[in-house]
């Protein structure tokens, strides 16, 4: 007879569940009697649409007779568990739309849960998006040229005003073959980046992580090779003259440990002022472009921040360069502020304009965690508050940009990299702005 009661009772909360499933969206509420503790449960929350962000959402549990049960809400359709804690919990979505908010409470006999529908407006009041609350620079996210419809469509028109191609306008991809350039893939993001508006920074003329195999099998002359990259340079900044604003011209010269010049193919054919040619050679080719050049580790590594500046004196004694960018690949425990801030002010001492370029900020840098911790997201979450900090106290003529390297977790070039798993992002994988992303906001106010 008991089991028969109890066959019956998941028969009705099925039944419920099913009910309150395919509901409207008012006063929903499921109640059983949990038997067991003969007391009845009734489950239902409240959801509310914040007014000064309409992209957020405040959820409270109002259920009743559930204490001591597990619960967790979704935000969206089947999404990702999102443990249900004391008091009201919020969620900001990235894109406009209708959303299924569901609370499941694991209750003795089933689970119970309760889902309503939100929807979220297109908002013109919208002081969460980076872009509006960075002042005076640029807001950048590095994409691909596949990456520019749907949910990242969406994140990129309502957050960001500028854009790096992650590795599309490098010269591995543009001159893949000798004598014939291939502007497939950069034309798809310069073309997306001015219909809307957005600043485009070209990302790299010469790094010596991109050079195509057959250049690095040259045989022709050191003349030859030389006029090869001056076309080069040339041919690339007159293409997007106009329509990319500023280009990283040389990336990452100086070797690690010696802090000499990397003795890449372009300083051993061209001389060891290969650099100051590629500048030359940029400056005339589009004279209204800003340049810089671009370099990691230079933060903490003050050999390494010295030898870039002397490289950046000599382009600036010659008016060769504009621009510093410090790839801010850190971790959330490492680089320290100080250390950040000494690259500001030597760039600022200098007049140029700084570009924070690349942040991402590790989180498992040693390897000890397997899933993002909250104590972890929170540490990244400082440690990006900070970075939006030290960018925004910099003085107005030198702001230029902070540049995101990257939108999810998922797409992240960390992991790959260091060869171990990492969260350095600002996105969840439904595309909802992540502790990291608030940190920016909270550091730019
Ligand atoms: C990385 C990209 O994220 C990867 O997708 C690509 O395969 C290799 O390059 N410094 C730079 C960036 O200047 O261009 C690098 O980007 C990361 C390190």
Request: hydrophobic share 40%; aromatic share 10%.
């Amino acid at each position: 007879m008991k089991n028969l009661i109890n066959y019956l009772k998941i028969f009705l909360l099925i039944i419920f569940s099913l009910i309150v499933s395919c509901g409207s969206d008012d006063d929903l509420n499921v109640t059983v009697i949990d038997e067991e503790r003969e007391i009845p449960i009734s489950v239902d929350f409240e959801v509310t649409i914040s007014e000064t962000n309409t992209f957020e959402i405040t959820v409270n549990n109002t259920s009743t007779g559930t204490n001591g049960l597990i619960s967790y809400w979704q935000f969206t359709e089947n999404g990702e568990r999102v443990a249900d804690n004391d008091g009201p919990e919020t969620h900001v979505y990235a894109v406009a739309g209708d959303y299924l908010v569901t609370l499941t409470v694991e209750a003795p006999d089933a689970d119970i849960t309760v889902s309503k529908t939100v929807t979220i407006a297109e908002t013109s009041t919208d002081n969460t998006a980076l872009k509006n609350a960075a002042n005076g620079f640029s807001m950048g996210m590095a994409v691909r040229s596949n990456r520019l419809s749907g949910s990242h469509n969406a994140v990129l028109v309502r957050e960001f005003n500028s854009l790096t191609a992650e590795f599309e306008m490098k010269m591995d991809q543009i001159y893949k073959t000798e004598g014939s350039l291939d502007f497939t893939a950069s034309d798809i993001i310069v073309d997306y980046g001015v219909a809307n508006n957005m600043d485009v920074h070209g990302h790299t003329l010469v790094w010596h992580n991109s050079i195509p195999s057959w250049m690095n099998n040259f045989s022709g002359t050191d003349e030859e090779f030389e006029t090869l990259v001056e076309d080069y340079i040339t041919t690339v900044m007159q293409r997007y003259a106009g329509k990319v604003r500023s280009w990283d011209v040389v990336n990452e010269a100086i070797e690690d440990g010696s802090n000499a010049l990397r003795n890449s193919i372009f300083r051993q054919k061209m001389g060891d002022n290969y650099i100051e040619k590629c500048y030359q050679y940029a400056r005339a080719a589009d004279p209204n472009a800003i340049l810089f050049y671009n370099d990691y580790n230079v933060t903490f590594d003050t050999g390494k921040q010295n030898a870039m500046f002397a490289i950046v004196d000599n382009l600036q004694s010659k008016n060769l360069i504009d621009g510093v960018g410090a790839q801010m690949h850190i971790s959330f425990n490492f680089p320290t502020r100080t250390q950040i801030q000494s690259v500001v002010d030597g760039t600022v001492s200098r007049g140029l304009k700084m570009h924070f370029a690349e942040l991402d900020i590790r989180v498992n840098p040693n390897n000890d965690i397997t899933s993002l911790t909250q104590q972890r997201a929170i540490a990244q979450q400082n440690k990006a508050k900070e970075v939006a900090e030290i960018y925004n106290a910099i003085p107005d003529e030198n702001k230029f940009a902070l540049t995101l390297w990257g939108m999810r977790d998922s797409e992240s070039w960390l992991p790959e990299f260091w060869g171990q798993p990492d969260w350095g992002l600002f996105y969840n994988e439904d595309f909802s702005p992540k502790r990291s992303h608030e940190g920016l906001l909270e550091g730019m106010e």
